[in-house]
C-alpha cells in the first residue's frame, strides 16, 4: 500500500513554469514505478510522464518532450514534474501514480494507465494566455 498527495498546482501565464510534487508514505517508495498522468474535463486521463524504480529511466508523451522533467527524491520519498514553458493545453489537473516494481521486471517506463495500482486525488494546474 501506498499513498500519494499532489501539490503544486495552480494558475500560471503562458511560457511560465510550475514544479509539482507527490509525496508518497511507506517505506518501499524506492521500489515503486512512477508516473504523471493529466485529465480535462469530459476527457479521458493521458499519460504526461514515467519513471522506473531500479535506473529512472523516464518516458514522455510527445506533446511535453523538451518541456516536462520527472525526477524523484527516494530519500524524501518524492516525485516531481518540473514543467516549463506552459501553454493553454496544458491546462488540466495533474494526477500522480505508483505501481510496485521488482528485480525481475523490465525496468521500461510505463505510459498506460492500467499499469498504475495507486493514485493521487489530484492538483489542478491552469495556464492562462
Known amino acids: 500500500q501506498v499513498q500519494l498527495v499532489e501539490s503544486g498546482g495552480g494558475l500560471v501565464q503562458a511560457g511560465g513554469s510550475l514544479r509539482l510534487s507527490c509525496a508518497a508514505s511507506?517505506?518501499?517508495?524506492?521500489?515503486?514505478?512512477m508516473a504523471w498522468f493529466r485529465q480535462v474535463p469530459g476527457k479521458e486521463r493521458r499519460f504526461v510522464a514515467a519513471?522506473?524504480?531500479?535506473?529512472?529511466?523516464?518516458n514522455y508523451a510527445d506533446s511535453v518532450k523538451g518541456r516536462f522533467t520527472i525526477s524523484r527524491d527516494n530519500a524524501k520519498n518524492t516525485v516531481y514534474l518540473q514543467m516549463n514553458s506552459l501553454t493553454p493545453e496544458d491546462t488540466a489537473v495533474y494526477y500522480c501514480?505508483?505501481?510496485?516494481?521488482?528485480?525481475?521486471?523490465?525496468?521500461?517506463?510505463?505510459?498506460?494507465?492500467?499499469?498504475?495500482?495507486?493514485w493521487g486525488q489530484g492538483t489542478q494546474v491552469t495556464v492562462s494566455s
Open positions: 519513471i522506473t524504480w531500479r535506473a529512472g529511466r523516464s
Open positions: 511507506g517505506r518501499t517508495f524506492s521500489r515503486y514505478h
Open positions: 501514480a505508483a505501481v510496485k516494481g521488482s528485480d525481475y521486471d523490465s525496468d521500461v517506463p510505463r505510459a498506460y494507465e492500467s499499469a498504475y495500482d495507486y
